[in-house]
Structure formats: structure tokens, C-alpha cells
């Protein structure tokens, strides 16, 4: 790997550290975080098998981060609106006028991007809609797991429903749009370059 790889595969580790500080439910995020665990696992097999261009490893890292800050606050309490209304003076909640937190929905989405931008070259198109759409399928099913075993304000605390009985779906549904923002962008940057896109 290149220090580009190590460099932030440490600043990833740097972020781990620093939202385990002072946990404010230490269980629930161990839950999350062994997802992040196993990710990583498979990150550094794939590496191995098929080394991975730095950009695409940025991606994976750049889910597993969005994912790792979501875990700290059990995705459903992530205080985006405290960020943006000290940073920029409001918060984002008023502007939409959102009545839920929102940052799972920003976490699904990223997943659609940041998978489909790793795996388009080697897979095209449609096989990285079908990886996309049928990989959100299978976590969906694990959190409905999750739900059967676990006790229900556990189960509630994992998943981040907050009340909304689509949630599963919309969250499938915002993954497989950003893939198709990914590729779309792809096919804009093959086209510029006078490069095939990759359709197969």
C-alpha cells in the first residue's frame, strides 16, 4: 500500500479513538462498531486479492467514518443541527423544516455512492446497481434481526427508525440513488474523455 493508503487508515483510526471518548451508550456503539470492525477485516482482505486505487480506498474509508460518527450517537441523535448552527448560525432542521434526525438517511446514500464508485470499473453498471440494491437488502434484514432478538427500545436505539414504518425501504431506495449519482458522474467523466463507460 502507498502512504496515501496508510496515512488515512490512521486518521481513520484517529477518528475511532476520539468517538470513543467519554461513549454515551458504550453498548449500542460496540454493536455498531463491530459492524466497522468486520468491514475493516474485508477492506484489508480485498487489498490483498485485488489492491484498491487510493481514491476507491478513500471511499471505503470515507463510509466507515460516516458510519463510525453515526455510532456514537446511535445515528438517530448525531447533533448536525448543534454543528451547522455553530458554524453557519441555523440549523438545517429549521431550513427543511425536518421533524426526525436525518443522518441515516445521509449514511445510506453515502453507501450508494461510495460502494458504486469502488466497484463500476470492475463490475459496470448494472452489476454495481444489483451489488448496491441487494447489499442494502441484506443490512435491512440483519436490522430487522436485530429487532426480533434485542428488547424493544434496544432494538429501537440500533436501528434509528424513529417511528417510521418505511424506513427500511427509503433507506434501500437512497442507496441505490446515490449509485446512480456515482455512475452517472462516471458516464459525464468517460464522455469527456472520449472513454467507453462501463455498461456491462
Given at each position: ?29 460496540a ?32 463510509f ?19 454543528w ?25 446514500f453515502?453507501y ?32 430487522w ?6 428488547a ?12 417510521d414504518m ?35
Open positions: 500500500m502507498s502512504r496515501g493508503h496508510w496515512w488515512s487508515l490512521g486518521a481513520f483510526g484517529v477518528l475511532v479513538a476520539v468517538t470513543w471518548w467519554e461513549p454515551l451508550w458504550p453498548g449500542e456503539q454493536l455498531h462498531t463491530s459492524l466497522t470492525v468486520v468491514a475493516l477485516v474485508a477492506l484489508v482482505w480485498v487489498q490483498r486479492r485485488w489492491p484498491l486505487p487510493l481514491g476507491s480506498w478513500l471511499l471505503v474509508l470515507l466507515l467514518s460516516l458510519h463510525t460518527i453515526a455510532a456514537r450517537w446511535l445515528y438517530s441523535n448525531v447533533p448536525y443541527d448543534q451547522t448552527d455553530a458554524v453557519f448560525g441555523f440549523r438545517v432542521s429549521d431550513v427543511f423544516s425536518w421533524r426526525r434526525n436525518h443522518f441515516d438517511r445521509l449514511v445510506h453515502c450508494g455512492v461510495c460502494l458504486a464508485g469502488v466497484v463500476v470499473r470492475r463490475l459496470g453498471w448494472l452489476r454495481t446497481l444489483e451489488v448496491v440494491v441487494s447489499t442494502s437488502a441484506v443490512y435491512e434484514l440483519f436490522e434481526g436485530i429487532a426480533m432478538v434485542l424493544p427500545d434496544l432494538a429501537e436505539a440500533y436501528n434509528g427508525q424513529q417511528g418505511w424506513d427500511a425501504h427509503k433507506d434501500m431506495a437512497l442507496a441505490l440513488t446515490g449509485a446512480v449519482v456515482t455512475l452517472g458522474v462516471v458516464a459525464v467523466q468517460a464522455l469527456r474523455r472520449g472513454r467507453p463507460t462501463p455498461t456491462g
